[in-house]
C-alpha cells in the first residue's frame, strides 16, 4: 500500500516538473522569437524589458518568461496592429461613432490610444499611466508622441478619477477603455463595483466603456456579474487567436446591438474613417448573450479574490 502512495507521488511530481519545464522552454522560445533585450530596468511598479526583431519591438512586464506581452508595435508600419487585443479594443467606436473626448487607463506601448488619435485627431485624449518609465519607453521605443490632443498623466487611473470628481470637473468621456494591466493581470482596485460606480460618474450618457480582460477564467464572470450589477448591461467580444476579450457597456443613453447592426455599424465606419484593420471581423467577435456563471460573485473592495479566481478555469 505505501508503495503505491510513494509511486503515485513520484508520477505526479514528474508530471509536474515535465510541465514546469515545456512552460518554461516556451517561454524561452518566445523570448528569442522577439529578438534581442534593447532595454531592461527595474521600476518602482515592475521589471521591464524592450525586446527589438528588426522592425518589431515588444514591451513585456515581469521576469517570468511566460508572462504575456504587453505591447508590439512595427515601426515601419505603425498602423498594422500586431496583437488582436489593441484592434479589439476599438469595438467601443461601434456604440459612440464620433467620440470628442477619451479616457485611456494604461500606456503600455501606447498603441490604443495613438491609434484612436490618428483616426479622430480632434478627439481629446488623456491617458493615465501610474509608471513614469513606460511613458519614457513609449516615447522612447515604441513611437508614442504626445501632443495637445494626446496627453499623458502620471497617476493611479483611480486616483486620477477620484481627483477629477473631487475638484468637481464636469468633463464628460464618450469612450472610457480600461487597458491597466501589471504583471499578468488588472490591479484588483481597477476591477471592482465601487471603482467602476466612479467611471460610470465620468462618462457620458451616451458614452460607453470598454474593459481588456481575459476571457478563460472564473474571474471573467465576476468581472461580467460586476460590469451587469454597475451599468445594468454589458456585451462581450471575444478574442479569435487569443484570449483577451472586451467587456463593453453603454451609457445610460447608449444602445445595445445585435451582431447584425454591429457589423453594418462597422462598415459604415470603415468607409468613413477608413480603418487600416478590419472593422467589420471586430464586430463580428461580439457574442451578445455571453451571461456570467450564476455562481459569480459580485466584485467589491473588500471582496475582490482576483488571485483565486483567476487561477480557476471557466466551466
Not at 501610474?130 to 515604441?142: C, M, R, T
Not at 496627453?151 to 468621456?173: A, E, M, N, P, S
Request: hydrophobic share 40%.
Amino acid at each position: 500500500m505505501m508503495e503505491n502512495v510513494r509511486h503515485r507521488m513520484f508520477l505526479i511530481l514528474g508530471f509536474c516538473i515535465a510541465e514546469i519545464v515545456q512552460l518554461l522552454s516556451a517561454g524561452s522560445v518566445m523570448a528569442s522569437s522577439w529578438g534581442r533585450v534593447i532595454y531592461k530596468e527595474d521600476s518602482l511598479y515592475q521589471r521591464l524589458f524592450v525586446y527589438k526583431y528588426g522592425s518589431i519591438v515588444t514591451l513585456r512586464f515581469g521576469r517570468q518568461p511566460i508572462t504575456q506581452i504587453q505591447s508590439q508595435v512595427n515601426l515601419n508600419d505603425l498602423r498594422q496592429h500586431m496583437l488582436e487585443y489593441t484592434s479589439l479594443a476599438f469595438c467601443g467606436l461601434l456604440y459612440k461613432a464620433e467620440p470628442n473626448s477619451v479616457l485611456v487607463l494604461g500606456l503600455g506601448g501606447g498603441v490604443i490610444p495613438r491609434e484612436m488619435h490618428y483616426y479622430f485627431p480632434s478627439a481629446e485624449i488623456d491617458v493615465v499611466e501610474i509608471d513614469p518609465k513606460i511613458q519614457e519607453i513609449a516615447g522612447k521605443y515604441f513611437g508614442f508622441i504626445e501632443d495637445d490632443k494626446l496627453k499623458v498623466h502620471i497617476d493611479d487611473g483611480r486616483v486620477f478619477i477620484k481627483k477629477q470628481l473631487r475638484k468637481g470637473i464636469t468633463k464628460k468621456y464618450d469612450i472610457v477603455i480600461l487597458d491597466a494591466f501589471n504583471g499578468d493581470y488588472i490591479p484588483f482596485h481597477l476591477m471592482t463595483k465601487e471603482f467602476l460606480e466612479e467611471v460610470k460618474e465620468v462618462l457620458s450618457d451616451d458614452g460607453v466603456v470598454v474593459a481588456n480582460v481575459f476571457s478563460n477564467n472564473r474571474l471573467f464572470d465576476a468581472e461580467l456579474k460586476t460590469f451587469l450589477t454597475v451599468f445594468g448591461r454589458c456585451q462581450v467580444f471575444y478574442g479569435a487567436g487569443s484570449i483577451n476579450a472586451m467587456l463593453v457597456s453603454p451609457g445610460s443613453e447608449g444602445r445595445i446591438l445585435s451582431i447584425k447592426e454591429a457589423i453594418n455599424q462597422a462598415n459604415i465606419l470603415q468607409r468613413e474613417v477608413g480603418f487600416f484593420f478590419d472593422m467589420p471581423m471586430v464586430a463580428g467577435r461580439l457574442r451578445p448573450l455571453i451571461r456570467p456563471d450564476h455562481s459569480a460573485k459580485v466584485l467589491t473592495d473588500d471582496r475582490a479574490p482576483v488571485n483565486r479566481l483567476r487561477r480557476q478555469r471557466r466551466r
